[in-house]
């Protein structure tokens, strides 16, 4: 069942957008009425979800950066303000989940992930905060993972140590940002099936294991994922800020 939310006249930028959670979360924005912006590193998929969306009638952009550049990050939100005037929504979606143990893992593979899963979320806050503040309005929502709470996923320290910052900042951000009429949330999903989990979901002994822990017993979708993005983008969110809110079967209960 999916919630109805009016984004009309709203302009959103989801980023890593090209398939996955991301590309669920833009299509969702966009049926609701959301002018999109598609981000990806991945110039053919960003296109192909833009194309998508335009195909079932929605608005769409798509525009290839990454998002741990900071400079490049500031001209795609200019490239959005220019196109339309303004910007409503941002999802922070775009990730990276290398796996390597602590005492194996290279310089550059930790680098790599606080960079794109921490640093890209604040990079993209602040420049699309900026835009938000003139405007007096906005709304951010931070894709951490239950791993940025008590999960510890094996060999994942650096993805780990990447969402749990991402919970954090999500808090300060929404401090910071609510006298200037822009709320920030997080969602942590739990196992969800995107290209992200393929490897994973063809491991018979871990599916086994998730499969005892989660309370639900299957994976969730992306589209669900989508759905609880929408709601905290909606106005019926409009007294909720700073919380990192679970979509996860009931694997992790706080
Ligand atoms: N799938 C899960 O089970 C799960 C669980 C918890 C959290 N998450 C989080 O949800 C988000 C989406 O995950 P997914 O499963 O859809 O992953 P995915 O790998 O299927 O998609 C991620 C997308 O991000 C893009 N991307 C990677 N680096 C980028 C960069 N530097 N700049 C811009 N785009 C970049 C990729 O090209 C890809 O299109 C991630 O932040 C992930 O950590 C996923």
Redesign the pocket.
Known sequence: MKIKVDLSNKVALV?????????AIAQRLAECGAKVCV????AD?ARSTAELIRARGGEAIDYV????DGAGVQRMVQAITERWGRLDILVN?????PTASVLEMAEETWDKTLG??LK?SFLCSQTAGRVMRAQGSGVIVN?????GHSIPIALRSA?CAS?AGVVGFTKECAREFAEYGIRVNAV??????????EKLRHNEAMMAKWMQEIPQRRL?E?EE?AELVLFLCSDSASYIAGQAIHVDGGKVMV
């Open positions: 980023t890593g957008a090209g398939q996955g959670i991301g590309q981000n990806d590193i991945n998929t950066v990454s998002v741990d979606n775009a990730g990276v989940e794109v899963n890209g894709i951490a993972s239950i791993a993805y969402k942590c999903p739990g196992v969800i099936i995107t290209p992200m989990t969730g992306a994922v």
